[in-house]
């Protein structure tokens, strides 16, 4: 079992920064791919980031790309996710997950533990 609680969601202004951060416990953190995804309001929730086991590889949607960045610090059990340039339309609840997968994973079915999210609201 991996329990998983994000933190750094707050209020920002467009073209600002929020760094979220996701401390994991439980089981060894290490050999889980780590992913971020969000949910606006009325809208499912969508992929944004994803990063290997080893913080190799990563992977993002292409409505991120450029402008937030996935890390994870093994030895201290947290993955974290930079937005910078954002947008009133990153505004939603970010969630971080663990996979088991043995390659990079960008479905939500492939995540088997799920943070409880954390808002980031983003104003014009």
């Known amino acids: 079992q991996v329990q998983l609680v994000e933190s750094g969601g707050g209020l920002v202004q467009a073209g600002g920064s929020l760094r979220l951060s996701c401390a994991a416990s439980?089981?060894?953190?290490?050999?889980?791919?780590m992913g971020w995804f969000r949910q606006a309001p009325g809208k499912a929730r969508e992929f944004v980031t994803a990063v290997s086991w080893n913080g190799g590889r990563t992977i993002h949607s292409d409505s991120v790309k450029g402008r937030f960045t996935i890390s994870r610090d093994i030895a201290k059990n947290t993955v974290y996710l930079q937005m910078n340039s954002l947008k009133p339309e990153d505004t939603a609840v970010y969630y971080c997950?663990?996979?088991?997968?043995?390659?990079?994973?960008?479905?939500?079915?492939?995540?088997?533990?799920w943070g409880q999210g954390t808002q980031v609201t983003v104003s014009s």
């Open positions: 439980g089981r060894t953190f290490s050999g889980y791919v």
């Open positions: 997950a663990a996979s088991r997968a043995p390659r990079i994973a960008t479905m939500q079915g492939d995540y088997d533990y």
